[in-house]
């Protein structure tokens, strides 16, 4: 069997693959993070709490209401997102002219809340998402068994992620965003409505956040604190790939996952400290971040 470094290969192709799933998750929640502070400046603490509360409402949908997964993958991210616009409507909007350090505190208050709610209601022990029927098996790749359920969350998160580039980089609602963002006295005396164009943008990212909590809830238990482990690694892809940088957040992410995946085969021991050794990295040669603009 052919070996690299003493690791045969079927071994190695394997956990790329694993880290490039893994990367599309960590592509899609930086994608939220990176839209809400690009377009509004805003550092969302709570995003980690959003992406649990996507996982959650699929979870409960099922039990109390029979949703299944094709309709709670639409409904569950327009429901936490239209949360997310109330938020923004009548907490952040009253603390968007002071220091953002009063955004990442609001937010950062409001993930304990959803968190320690969800906690007393339902424990910290996680519950099991069924694989709908129709993702069930998988394939046989010669070096690996690959689920057909994290092929297919592959594929969605990278077609998520590709279409809201997309809309944000090369669409006339785009530039209004972006211009309202940048000089938005100048756009309202144009007939744009910009407080909306904001709150709409925010309640997206939010549901770009229960998105993903959907996608991930057949593959990883559904708990209260499923969303505080991972965002302090998916604030570090977002620094990595520039705070604010829609494209940085999906090469990035993406780019996180298969170097996680090559760690864990040639020194598993530095698996969750990668990433961060990467953003120290960055951080010292390129403060902006990879794809970031020097201030």
């Known amino acids: 069997m052919t070996t690299i470094f003493g690791i045969p290969l079927m071994v190695l192709f394997g956990q790329l693959l694993l880290g490039l799933i893994n990367g599309a998750f960590y592509a899609l929640l930086s994608l939220g993070l990176a839209v809400i502070f690009g377009l509004l400046k805003v550092i969302n603490f709570a995003h980690g709490a959003q992406y649990m509360l996507g996982a959650f409402a699929a979870l409960l949908g099922l039990e109390y209401l029979g949703l299944d997964y094709w309709l709670a993958l639409l409904i569950v991210p327009l429901v936490v997102g239209a949360l997310g616009i109330l938020i923004e409507r009548f907490l952040l909007r009253r603390i968007q002219h002071i220091d953002h350090l009063y955004g990442l505190l609001l937010t950062f208050g409001l993930a304990l809340i959803f968190e320690g709610t969800?906690?007393?209601?339902?424990?910290?022990s996680g519950s099991s998402y069924p694989v709908p029927?129709?993702?069930a098996g998988g394939f046989n790749l010669g070096f690996m068994f690959l689920p057909?359920?994290?092929a297919w969350v592959l594929v969605a998160a990278l077609v998520v992620c590709l279409f809201t580039w997309f809309m944000i980089e090369r669409t006339r609602l785009g530039a209004y965003l972006r211009a309202g963002t940048e000089n938005p006295k100048l756009m309202q005396a144009f007939g744009v409505n910009v407080p909306l164009l904001v709150t709409l943008t925010y309640g997206f990212g939010v549901a770009l956040a229960a998105f993903a909590?959907?996608?991930a809830a057949p593959i990883y238990p559904v708990s209260p604190t499923m969303g505080s482990s991972l965002l302090i690694v998916v604030f570090a892809v977002v620094v990595i790939g520039g705070m604010g940088s829609i494209l940085g957040a999906i090469l990035t992410g993406l780019a996180m996952g298969l170097i996680e995946g090559?760690?864990?085969v040639f020194y598993p021991e530095a698996a969750n400290t990668v990433i961060f050794?990467?953003?120290?990295?960055?951080?010292?040669?390129r403060p902006a971040g990879l794809f970031g603009k020097e201030a």
Do not use: E
């Open 118 to 124: 969800l906690v007393n209601l339902f424990g910290v």
């Open 133 to 135: 029927p129709a993702l």
């Open 148 to 150: 057909t359920y994290r």
């Open 213 to 215: 909590g959907v996608l």
């Open 262 to 264: 090559l760690t864990k």
């Open 277 to 285: 050794l990467v953003m120290i990295v960055v951080l010292l040669l």
